[in-house]
């Protein structure tokens, strides 16, 4: 090992000294501060774990080929299947392949990027040493679940949604109602909130993997069953959203179970993470 | 030994902050359910000192570190680290300590430098320059500057416990808290690291608290230590204190290659005196024995113990001296003395 003079213990040392003036005092570190203290830090570390590996190549291909190619091909198969199809019949075709896959495929993709989000940190020690620091513990999912949404939106819903549209348009020569179909998205984004948020809150609950995905996955599950057997109680969560921005890109309207299940899930999703942070915030480590 | 001209201390601090008191605790309790790991921990560790934390696995060591970095909530009791309340204070705390833990983890996919870039900004906001330029240091005090810009993925385990020691005094902390710091290190690792332990405390006046089960570790750079053992602290002393003699008043006499109807007479002249409780002897390589000799009376065993074994110059005495326990040996004794007293 090759050895230095180590320098003082001031916090507040050992910067440059200029060429011109070696005697001039080094600029002093300045100190982090602030009550998130280390969130554009933490932020800056998931964002890296996110675009080092082959994980935003590999959840970009799958969810491309999922919900945007398997949808559009299922509309153009319909559009030969039925000679009769006008071009808005085939985008509805589509567009509820695309409502449904999309759904269901932002659950599984937040169950495979975030299952491990924090209980994996709490296993390996990862977060005890982040924590060991002056890292605030509320940046710390803060910064999960910012960079989480941010890359699981793009590559579940945001990239396939763009082929979708581009694809759809060019095989029924009809593009689907841009606003309307923006309108739609916001739907799908907001119901992978809303399991992102629960994954990140059951995080803070469990110690394993498992019982994290069971129920985040059953949740999902849970609510096709109910929705046909108590239609009303899906008014305040987002089971069925596909409908929602089914309807919405489709016919120009939402059901009043939808209209009451965007805000619900608006507001459970703010739930989760605040449970979250109150709980991470008394987590042991 | 040079010292920077740049030394600032920290300010403002009460006088709690100022005393010769790092880490202060009283009653220091930790409880899993009806699991107690720790219990009534009373510890004072000292500024500027080196001090050594024993025990068997399960002690109740990681346990007391954790609680100190407030990663853990004490069960009852209280505790301090420079004045300030662990249970209350603990993030002002973390701003002015250094932690390695047990067998560190980092994240994969960043570089040596990246790590501890991304440990410096939890502390400072800038300037970026001296922010490397400390990284840059930390690199070159645990030898790891020509693996950098290498990712920790593949480091070995040497090379992940350096990296820890590096990040851990990355803000250049007045209390480093490190966990096993050299277990996974070879003998040339170990010794850097006690080096670099040693250094910290002398030319930084950092306070090391650190846990091991190398007591050889301990005894070559700790100013003081404490033994825990399932959560009861068993002594807390400076660590000459913990090697001095046992009370019994034992004399260690190393002999040379002598004649043995010599060193049967000598041994017989020495066991027939009334002060000598006594005799232990063990063989040596090359000839050599040693003897362990316990008294009664110290004072006639220092003015006339020696003086019986050279009466026969045929005797050849090559090492005389008080018996001091080796960490070791007080170790055990503490540890399984405390055993055999509970069954």
């Known amino acids: 090992m090759k050895h230095k003079e180590t320098p003082k213990n001031?916090?507040?040392?050992?910067?440059?000294?200029?060429?011109?003036?070696?005697?001039?005092?080094?600029?002093?570190?300045?100190?982090?501060?602030?009550?998130?203290?280390?969130?554009?830090?933490?932020?800056?570390k998931e964002n890296g774990e996110w675009t080092s590996g082959f994980s935003l190549v590999a959840h970009g291909a799958i969810w491309m080929l999922i919900v945007a190619i398997i949808s559009v091909v299922i509309a153009f198969i319909r559009g030969?299947?039925?000679?009769?199809?006008?071009?808005?019949?085939?985008?509805?075709a589509g567009l509820l392949m695309f409502f449904v896959l999309g759904t269901v495929a932002s659950v599984i993709a937040v169950v495979a990027g975030t299952q491990g989000a924090i209980i994996g940190e709490k296993q390996l020690g990862t977060a005890a040493w982040v924590l060991s620091k002056p890292a605030s513990r509320r940046a710390f999912v803060l910064a999960k679940l910012a960079i989480h949404f941010r890359w699981l939106t793009t590559v579940s819903l945001l990239f396939p949604a763009a082929a979708f549209y581009v694809l759809m348009t060019a095989i029924s020569t009809l593009p689907p109602p841009p606003l309307a179909f923006l309108g739609g998205f916001g739907i799908l984004a907001l119901g992978l909130l809303f399991y992102l948020s629960l994954s990140l809150f059951l995080g803070t609950v469990f110690e394993s993997r498992g019982p994290l995905a069971g129920c985040v996955f059953g949740f999902m599950v849970a609510g096709f069953m109910i929705a046909n057997y108590a239609p009303e109680a899906t008014a305040i969560f987002p089971?069925?959203?596909?409908?929602?921005?089914?309807?919405?890109?489709?016919?120009?309207f939402i059901l009043p179970h939808g209209i009451i299940s965007i805000p619900a899930t608006a507001l459970w999703s703010v739930l989760f993470i605040v449970l979250a942070m109150r709980r991470f915030e008394r987590a042991e480590l | 030994m040079k010292t920077s001209k740049n030394y600032e201390r920290p300010t403002e601090?009460?006088?709690?902050?100022?005393?010769?008191?790092?880490?202060?605790?009283?009653?220091?309790?930790?409880?899993?359910?009806?699991?107690?790991?720790?219990?009534?921990?009373?510890?004072?560790?000292?500024?500027?000192?080196?001090?050594?934390?024993?025990?068997?696995?399960?002690?109740?060591?990681?346990?007391?570190?954790?609680?100190?970095?407030?990663?853990?909530?004490p069960t009852s009791g209280r505790g301090s680290v420079f004045g300030k309340d662990i249970a209350k204070e603990d993030f002002e705390i973390r701003r002015r300590v250094g932690y390695l833990?047990?067998?560190?983890?980092?994240?994969?996919?960043?570089?040596?430098?990246?790590?501890?870039?991304?440990?410096?900004?939890?502390?400072?906001?800038?300037?970026?320059?001296?922010?490397?330029?400390?990284?840059?240091?930390?690199?070159?005090?645990?030898?790891?500057?020509?693996?950098?810009?290498?990712?920790?993925?593949?480091?070995?385990?040497?090379?992940r416990q350096r990296l820890g020691l590096a990040q851990a005094q990355i803000n250049a902390p007045e209390l480093?808290?490190?966990?096993?710091?050299?277990?996974?290190?070879?003998?040339?690792?170990?010794?850097?690291?006690?080096?670099?332990?040693?250094?910290?405390?002398?030319?930084?006046?950092?306070?090391?608290?650190?846990s091991t089960h190398i007591l050889d570790d301990v005894q070559r750079v700790s100013d003081s230590a404490a033994i825990l053992r399932e959560g009861r602290l068993l002594a807390h002393a400076p660590i000459n204190e913990l090697l001095s003699t046992d009370g019994s008043?034992?004399?260690?006499?190393?002999?040379?290659?002598?004649?043995?109807?010599?060193?049967?007479?000598?041994?017989?002249?020495?066991e027939s005196q009334t002060w000598v409780a006594s005799l232990e002897e063990a063989s040596e390589p090359g000839g050599e024995r040693t003897w362990l000799v316990k008294t009664t009376d110290e004072t006639a065993a220092e003015e006339?113990?020696?003086?019986?074994?050279?009466?026969?110059?045929?005797?050849?005495?090559?090492?005389?001296?008080?018996?001091?326990?080796?960490?070791e040996e007080a170790f055990f004794d503490l540890v399984e003395g405390e055993a055999s007293d509970e069954t």
């Not at chain 2, 332990?197 to 030319?203: C, H, N, P, Q």
């Not at chain 2, 019986?308 to 960490?327: A, H, M, N, P």
């Open chain 1, 10 to 44: 001031t916090g507040r040392d050992d910067g440059e000294r200029s060429p011109e003036n070696p005697e001039a005092p080094p600029p002093s570190l300045e100190p982090a501060e602030g009550s998130l203290n280390g969130f554009r830090n933490l932020v800056g």
């Open chain 1, 80 to 92: 030969q299947m039925e000679p009769g199809y006008s071009p808005k019949d085939i985008n509805d």
């Open chain 1, 239 to 252: 089971w069925l959203f596909f409908q929602t921005g089914f309807n919405l890109v489709e016919g120009g």
């Open chain 2, 13 to 73: 601090e009460t006088p709690a902050e100022n005393s010769a008191a790092v880490i202060e605790t009283s009653g220091l309790t930790k409880a899993y359910g009806r699991v107690a790991a720790l219990k009534n921990l009373d510890l004072r560790v000292e500024r500027n000192s080196i001090f050594g934390f024993l025990g068997p696995n399960g002690a109740g060591k990681t346990t007391t570190m954790k609680m100190l970095l407030g990663l853990s909530r």
């Open chain 2, 101 to 159: 833990a047990q067998d560190p983890r980092y994240y994969g996919h960043m570089t040596a430098r990246g790590t501890l870039r991304f440990g410096a900004n939890f502390f400072y906001s800038g300037p970026e320059k001296a922010i490397e330029k400390r990284i840059e240091d930390s690199l070159s005090l645990v030898g790891l500057s020509d693996r950098a810009d290498r990712r920790i993925r593949g480091f070995s385990g040497g090379e």
């Open chain 2, 176 to 210: 480093l808290i490190l966990d096993e710091p050299a277990a996974s290190l070879d003998p040339m690792g170990r010794r850097d690291v006690l080096e670099i332990m040693a250094r910290l405390r002398d030319e930084r006046n950092t306070t090391i608290f650190y």
């Open chain 2, 249 to 270: 008043g034992a004399y260690e006499i190393r002999l040379g290659s002598t004649p043995g109807n010599a060193l049967e007479k000598v041994r017989n002249r020495v």
């Open chain 2, 304 to 327: 006339n113990l020696i003086r019986l074994v050279l009466e026969d110059r045929s005797v050849k005495v090559v090492g005389f001296g008080r018996k001091r326990q080796s960490l």
